[in-house]
Structure formats: structure tokens, C-alpha cells
């Protein structure tokens, strides 16, 4: 386990609960103006964004809650936490095997799969998860289960970080 | 009685050619079939699922967006706006009644084969106009700078629509349109239907998904269709899943439909006249007990993934047992289904050993196991054109997508559209 505390990562939990009622507002991508960031800096700071991404994801219930949108704060806050890193190499495979056929060669959405593109990690990572659960949120929930059960803690917050970054 | 002698015969000498095709493998192989080297051009990019394309002899091509409408790509690159989805801005004339869900919206595409003289275009959507809604093929009158359409009618209006979500894979509404468009050498207008889901759609006489049309160009049935008895007259052959590939033999002049399978065997099939497909996903039947919302297609276990040669017992692609007569398929993609789409046939000598094979795109699946797939496959006939006899994988000079459409064009290329967004076109040699 790499990343955050295991506690806030299971389904069902009070820290993950909350993140499920707040409804998606596209207009508040913290997460975009990150991969934008990404992109630009340095190895370290890379290091130290993608772990504000990672806290965000999963212990970001009551940030999501409180529509904080400064990642840098964000990361500021996150400093004496143990400096780790999502591993995008990882997720890319996990791409091109899981999400690729439908989503798109780009998760630009294809045919009546959703795009991903867009989505923040955080997003990414809610759906995973409420998919991984068993409960059924869309007429294509069957397929997004089957796929996010195989999907571990580590896996989830990989891939939510790729697909919402590598494309932009 | 005449279509059971004729598929009886089709049987047989299936099953004996498919002993002498197996023989071949070695020759074939040495002869290194999947050596043609191919060029690749983007045409169009950045689009919104184009699912079809139609050429004129001087390069003119017509394309659907699923979402947006239909436009014309002039000889010279140009691009005009032609008849739009709803209220989509940017096109020349809108269709208010279009929409677009889940798998349905703005689909096949067709020239009039006489368009020099009448200027006629043919299109297949889904609409609002009838409650429940439904596909609707369209005929327009193209202006002659190709810019708008006009004297828009609706030669065919009750193609089923799913309306309401079900509990399946898949299962949003809008499923199952079938959607290809494809005038054969006789001037007949074929279009292909799916099952939207609705296990008794296959076999109604007179619901017309899951079926192949045969019309004019008003809409009438083909005289000589010749379904059983009570069944529409505008039925060419039924009991089909949902087919979106159809190609005509260049030399026998067969229809040929490419269909998606049910999590198992995508099948190619010689259509008959009259011919059923077999294809019969009603619960209570078959050996079947109940199924999720009366539809047993993605049964059993339709939330995981399972053997596949299984699933096709439970609820076969084409169910002999039910129906002794079905046509058979000529090729099950090996038993998995992978998104097969669409179909066409290569012509000219550039293409070498492949001249005149079928080509079938395949869009790909990620779900229970089954390997993705995304491809075109080159599919080679016998000398009696009565059945597969090889089958190889386009080596492609690009990345793989989701291979929707591929359309043979004047110049001797192939162009294929990929729902991510791009239209391609791939010319032998260099």
C-alpha cells in the first residue's frame, strides 16, 4: 500500500462516503489545471503534485466537500506526508488491456462509452471504487464492475490519475 | 421446403470444403498472405463517431456523426455541413426529430446508384417523430454544389428503438440499431436492423429489427422477397442479433452480412432469401427458464465472464435445434465476439492475393475475458465463394481502433472510420 491510508479507501467508509453525494461539477477541475502542471515541472515537484493527486483522491472526501480548489494548499498541507508517487507506467497497461477498446485510444469516449479524458482523478477514482463495490450506477455498470472487482487500491489511483492526465 | 433443400446443400459442401480448406493451411501459409504492405492517410480526424461513409466515383464521400449529422467531404478537402442531428449548429438543414442514445443516432449512409441523374441520398437515423421512437431510413435530394438536402422522406419509419434501460451489459437505451446501408449490383437497397434487445423482435414477422430489408428506393418490398408466410414483405432474411456489416460478393453477387455476436461468435453469413439467422434470445424456451427482462442474449452468468463455447450452448448465435434451416454462418470469428461491424470487398489489383477478399472491421470488446480484438480481418473465400478459406489479420501502417466502418473508395483504397474520431485511408504497396 503506497498511497494515503487503507481505512479511507474501502468502499462504504465514512472518509469515501461523503465524496459519493457531492454531484460532479465539470467546471471545477482541480485536477486538470494538475496534469497541465505535470507536464511542465520538474521530476520533484512531479513527485510532490502527483501525491497531492493521490491524497485528493483518497482522502479527499472532505475537501471535495468543502469545494477547496487550491492544489497547491492542497500539497502544502500534504508536505510531511512520505513523498510517493502513482505509478503511470502501470496504469498505462492497465489502459490499453481494460479501457482502451471501449473508451477510446485517447479515453476521448467512443460509441456510447463515456470520456474520461475530462474527468478528474478524483472522479475517476469515485467511480472505480463505487464499481468495485457491486453497485450498479449506469446501463453499462455490468462491464465497469467486472472490470474494476480485478482493480486493487494501488490500481485505482494509478489509473485515475493516467486516464485524467496523459491525454490532455 | 426449397430453402431447406438449398441450406442442406450449403451445409454439406460447407463442411467438405472446410476439410479441403484446412489441407491448404500450409501452402497458403508459405505464400505469405499477410505480407501486403500498406499506406495510411488520415482523411478526417477529430470527428464525433463517424459510423459510415459513401463514395461517387470522383472521390466525393458522404459521412455520418452519430451525434452531429451528415456531410459531404469534397474531392478537394472541403467539407460541407449537410443535415444535422436535432439541433446541432453548423448544418445546412437540421432534422428536429433526430436524436442520439447510447448506440443509436445518425448511422448508415448511401449514393443512389443513379445519383448522376437524380441526386439521391439515402440515411439512417433514429428519430423522435413516433412514439415509441424509432430508425428511420431517409431519402434526400442532394443539391447539385453539394451543399443542403432537400425532399426529405421517410422510406422506412418503424425500425424498432429501445427506449428504456435494461438489466443487461450494455443495457442503456438505444440499443441494437443494426444501421448499414448498401445498394447491391441490381439496384436493390439493403438495410440492416438489430434486436434492441426485445427477445421477441428476432422472429416477429413484423417487427422489423433483427432483419435485413430488401427495398426499392421508395420503400416498397422487392417482388421476389421471400420470407415465410405473414411476414413483412420487405424482409429479406430475419432472425438476425444486430447486424452492421453487409457486402455483396463481387462475383456471386451474395449478400454477405458481418454480424456482432453475443459475447461469442461474431458470425459471417451467405444470406438466402427467406433465410432465418437463428438468432432467438426469448426466455422460456430452448431449454431456457426466465432471463433478465425477458431477454436471455447475454445469458447465462451476463455479469462475468465465462467459457464461451458454453454460452453459445445456452443461447446459441444460430440456434439449429430450434430452427434445423437456419442459415449457417460461414465464419464464427473462433467463438468470441469482438465487436464485428462492418464489411466490404477489396477491389483492384494493387491488393494482390487479396483482391476481391472480404474485408471486416472489428471494433473491439474489454469484458469477460475475451482478448480486445480491435482489427480488420482480411476473410478469403473458396473457389465456389460458398465459404471461408482463410482468414488473416490486416497488418495495419497505424494504431488500432474501433474499427465502425470500412468502405471501399474509387481510388482503390480502403477507408475505415474508428469511433474515436478518424477516418483513414489505407492504400496498398509503397
Known amino acids: 500500500m503506497r498511497v494515503a491510508d487503507r481505512g479511507a479507501l474501502s468502499p462504504g467508509s465514512s472518509a469515501f462516503e461523503p465524496a459519493r453525494g457531492v454531484p460532479l461539477d465539470l467546471s471545477r477541475r482541480p485536477f486538470r489545471k494538475l496534469g497541465a502542471k505535470l507536464a511542465m515541472e520538474s521530476v520533484s515537484m512531479l513527485k510532490t503534485h502527483v501525491l497531492a493527486a493521490v491524497m485528493l483522491v483518497f482522502g479527499g472526501a472532505s475537501w471535495a466537500g468543502s469545494h477547496a480548489t487550491d492544489t497547491t494548499a492542497a500539497a502544502d498541507t500534504d508536505a510531511s506526508a512520505p513523498a510517493e508517487t502513482v505509478d503511470l507506467e502501470a496504469a498505462e497497461r492497465i489502459f490499453r488491456k481494460s479501457c482502451r477498446a471501449c473508451h477510446g485510444n485517447k479515453a476521448q469516449g467512443a460509441a456510447s462509452y463515456p470520456e474520461l479524458a475530462d474527468k478528474t482523478p478524483e472522479y475517476i477514482a469515485e467511480k472505480l471504487e463505487i464499481y468495485r463495490s457491486g453497485e450498479k450506477i449506469g446501463p453499462n455498470s455490468i462491464l465497469m464492475i467486472s472490470h474494476a472487482k480485478k482493480l486493487s487500491d494501488e490500481d485505482i489511483a494509478n489509473i485515475s490519475v493516467y486516464v485524467a492526465t496523459a491525454f490532455d | 421446403m426449397l430453402h431447406a433443400t438449398s441450406f442442406s446443400a450449403l451445409s454439406l459442401s460447407a463442411a467438405l470444403l472446410a476439410g479441403t480448406a484446412f489441407l491448404s493451411v500450409p501452402a497458403f501459409a508459405q505464400n505469405g498472405l499477410n505480407t501486403t504492405s500498406l499506406q495510411h492517410e488520415i482523411v478526417l480526424d477529430g470527428l464525433d463517431n463517424p459510423w459510415d461513409m459513401a463514395f461517387l466515383e470522383d472521390g466525393t464521400m458522404l459521412f455520418t456523426e452519430k451525434c452531429l449529422g451528415l456531410s459531404v467531404r469534397m474531392p478537394d478537402g472541403s467539407v460541407n455541413a449537410l443535415y444535422g442531428v436535432g439541433e446541432t449548429e453548423g448544418y445546412a438543414s437540421n432534422g428536429a426529430d433526430l436524436f442520439c442514445e447510447g448506440q443509436a443516432g445518425m448511422m448508415g449512409v448511401a449514393f443512389d446508384p443513379d445519383f448522376g441523374e437524380n441526386r439521391r441520398i439515402y440515411v439512417y437515423s433514429t428519430s423522435n417523430m413516433s412514439d415509441p421512437h424509432t430508425n428511420r431510413l431517409m431519402r434526400f435530394t442532394l443539391s447539385e454544389d453539394f451543399t443542403s438536402v432537400s425532399d426529405r422522406t421517410d422510406i422506412v419509419d418503424d425500425v424498432p428503438y ?8 450494455f443495457g442503456g437505451p438505444g440499443a441494437h440499431n443494426g444501421g448499414r446501408v448498401r445498394f447491391d449490383a441490381n439496384g436493390h437497397l439493403f438495410l440492416t436492423t438489430g434486436d434492441t434487445h426485445n427477445g421477441e423482435v428476432p422472429q416477429s414477422p413484423t417487427m422489423m429489427g433483427s432483419k435485413v430489408l430488401r427495398i426499392d428506393t421508395d420503400g416498397t418490398a422487392i417482388a ?5 408466410d405473414g411476414f413483412d414483405p420487405r424482409t429479406y432474411t430475419y432472425g438476425h442479433r444486430n447486424i452492421q456489416g453487409i457486402a455483396f460478393h463481387p462475383e456471386t453477387g451474395a449478400a454477405i452480412t458481418a ?15 427467406g433465410g432465418n439467422a437463428g438468432w432467438d434470445p426469448r426466455p422460456n424456451m430452448a431449454g431456457r427458464g426466465d432471463c433478465p427482462d425477458n431477454y436471455c442474449g447475454y445469458s447465462p452468468n451476463q455479469e462475468g465472464g465465462m467459457n464461451r463455447y458454453e454460452r453459445a450452448a445456452f443461447m446459441p448465435m444460430t440456434d439449429f435445434d430450434t430452427y434445423p434451416d437456419a442459415m449457417p454462418p460461414i465464419w464464427n470469428n473462433n467463438g468470441w465476439s469482438q465487436g464485428t461491424s462492418s464489411a466490404a470487398f477489396l ?10 477478399a472480404m474485408v471486416v472491421g472489428i471494433m473491439g470488446i474489454g469484458f469477460g475475458g475475451t482478448p480486445i480484438g480491435q482489427r480488420i480481418d482480411v476473410i478469403q473465400f473458396n473457389d465456389d465463394n460458398t465459404d471461408v ?20 473508395g474509387p481510388d482503390g483504397s480502403l477507408y475505415t472510420s474508428i469511433d474515436e474520431g ?7 504497396g509503397g
Not at chain 2, 421476389?224 to 415465410?228: A, F, G, V
Not at chain 2, 478518424?422 to 496498398?428: F, S
Open chain 2, 162 to 169: 429501445k427506449m428504456a434501460a435494461s438489466d443487461h451489459p
Open chain 2, 224 to 228: 421476389d422477397n421471400s420470407p415465410p
Open chain 2, 259 to 273: 454480424e456482432h455476436g453475443p459475447w461469442h461468435s461474431d458470425e459471417i453469413t451467405i444470406l438466402q432469401n
Open chain 2, 347 to 356: 477491389d483492384g489489383d494493387a491488393w494482390g492475393d487479396w483482391n476481391g
Open chain 2, 389 to 408: 478459406e482463410d482468414v488473416t489479420e490486416m497488418t495495419l501502417p497505424m494504431d488500432t481502433g474501433r474499427f465502425r466502418s470500412v468502405v471501399m
Open chain 2, 422 to 428: 478518424t477516418i483513414y485511408k489505407l492504400t496498398p
